[in-house]
C-alpha cells in the first residue's frame, strides 16, 4: 500500500514502539483501521456493515503507562522501542494532551536526583479535571524519607495524587472527572477511555442503541462511563469486579437527577449474569476488558434480552463474542469502530445486537 508521511510525523517514528502506523495518509490509515474491524468479523463469520472509523484528534490522550530508565547520561521518559526494552527518551508526542506531554518533561528534571544510575520504574498517568493521578510501579518501597522526598520535588507540577504500589504518597486534591455530566472521583490507577472525545463517541453510540430501555444492565461497569450517563433515563445495575471502581461509580451515582443505580461486586469471567438474573433487563451494555467477555456472551445468547450493546477495545475478541450472540439468535447492528489509539494496531468499537420480542 503506497503510503507518505503525515504532517503529524514525530521525530521519535521508527524508533518509538507506540506510533507504528504515522508514515499512512488519512484515507490509507483509516482503511486499515476499518478492515482490521472487517477482517476480525469475516474470520469469526459475522456479517455486519462496518461504518467508516471515528478517528480522534491527535494530542488528545489523557492516560498513559510511561517507562523510566535512569542511564548514566541522564534520566530517560517515555515509551518502550518497538520490540525492545529501550526508554525512548520522549522529547515529542502527537498522541498525548498537551498537559500530560509537558508533565515529562518535568518529571525527567525533577526525578532525575531520586533514581539511582541503572534504576528503572514505570508510572501510570491519568491526566483529570482537578490534576493527575499518578501510580508508580517502582522496586523501591515507601518509606518516611521517600515519601518526604517525592513530596518535595513533585509538589507544584499539577499532581492531584501520587501511589506508589498501592500506597498514597500524597493526595492535594481527589482527581475527578465528569462522566454522563456526573462528577466521579476516581480511585488511584483508574480505567478510562483513552480520550474524551471517543468516550464522548461510545457513550452517545450506546445511548442509542439502549434506546427507551428501562431497565439497564451495564457488565464491566467501571467507575461509570456508561452506568451514568444511561441513569439519567434508566434504572441501572452496575456490576463490576473492580471494588475501589465500583465504590466510585456509587458514590457519583447519588447525584440529583440520575434513576436508581444499584451496584454489585462480582468477577463477570468466573460467574456471569445467569439467564434468570438477565431477565428483569430490558437492556444490556458490556465494556469487557481486552478478552472479551466469551462466557457472558453464552449466557446472553440463550437469554431473552431484547438489546445488547458491546463495546469492545479488541475486534478479535469482539468478533468471537458476536458469534455466539448471532449464533444464539441474535442481529448484529452495525459496526462502529472508534480510533482512540492513533497510528497503533488497537481499536476500539460499539455495535448493536437486537433480538425479536
Not at 507504528?20 to 476499518?34: I, N
Not at 501510580?135 to 521517600?146: C, G, H, S
Request: charged share 20%; aromatic share 6%; hydrophobic share 50%.
Amino acid at each position: 500500500m503506497a503510503t507518505q508521511k503525515t504532517l503529524t510525523s514525530c521525530r521519535h517514528f521508527g524508533d518509538c514502539g507506540g506510533c507504528l502506523l504515522q508514515d499512512m495518509d488519512a484515507a490509507a490509515y483509516a482503511a486499515h483501521k476499518h478492515q482490521a474491524v472487517q477482517g476480525a468479523l469475516a474470520k469469526a463469520g459475522v456479517t455486519a456493515e462496518v461504518l467508516p472509523p471515528i478517528i480522534v484528534a491527535p494530542k488528545t490522550r489523557r492516560r498513559a503507562v510511561f517507562k523510566i530508565k535512569s542511564l548514566p547520561e541522564g534520566l530517560h521518559i517515555g515509551f518502550h522501542a518497538a520490540k525492545s526494552h529501550t526508554v525512548i527518551d520522549m522529547h515529542q508526542c502527537e498522541v498525548l494532551t498537551s498537559g500530560l506531554f509537558a508533565l515529562v518533561g518535568s518529571l525527567r528534571a525533577r526525578l532525575e536526583p531520586v533514581f539511582e544510575v541503572g534504576e528503572g520504574a514505570e508510572l501510570h498517568v491519568t491526566q483529570t479535571d482537578t490534576g493527575f493521578d499518578c501510580a508508580f510501579r517502582w522496586k523501591r518501597r515507601l518509606t518516611p524519607n521517600l515519601t518526604a522526598e517525592l513530596s518535595r520535588v513533585l509538589g507544584g507540577i499539577g499532581i492531584a495524587r501520587l501511589v506508589l504500589n498501592g500506597e498514597i504518597v500524597f493526595e492535594t486534591a481527589a482527581p475527578t472527572v465528569m462522566l454522563g455530566g456526573v462528577p466521579v472521583a476516581l480511585p488511584p490507577d483508574p480505567f478510562l477511555q483513552a480520550t474524551a472525545d471517543g468516550e464522548a463517541a461510545l457513550q452517545a453510540r450506546v445511548l442509542e442503541i439502549v434506546g427507551n430501555a428501562k431497565a439497564v444492565a451495564d457488565l464491566f461497569a467501571g467507575c461509570g462511563t456508561f452506568t451514568l450517563p444511561l441513569a439519567r433515563k434508566a434504572k441501572v445495575h452496575a456490576v463490576e469486579q473492580d471494588a475501589p471502581a465500583l465504590a466510585a461509580l456509587a458514590a457519583a451515582a447519588r447525584a440529583p437527577g440520575l434513576k436508581p443505580v444499584t451496584a454489585e461486586t462480582r468477577d463477570l469471567f468466573r460467574l456471569p449474569l445467569t439467564a434468570l438474573e438477565l431477565s428483569r433487563f430490558e437492556a444490556v451494555v458490556l465494556d469487557p476488558p481486552r478478552a472479551g467477555a466469551e462466557k457472558q456472551a453464552a449466557v446472553l445468547a440463550a437469554s431473552r434480552v431484547p438489546v445488547i450493546a458491546y463495546v469492545s477495545c479488541d475486534a478479535n475478541s469482539f468478533a468471537r463474542d458476536a458469534a455466539i450472540l448471532v449464533k444464539g439468535g441474535y442481529t448484529a447492528g452495525a459496526v462502529q469502530p472508534v480510533d482512540q489509539f492513533l497510528w497503533s494496531s488497537h481499536i476500539e468499537l460499539v455495535a448493536g445486537f437486537t433480538r425479536a420480542r
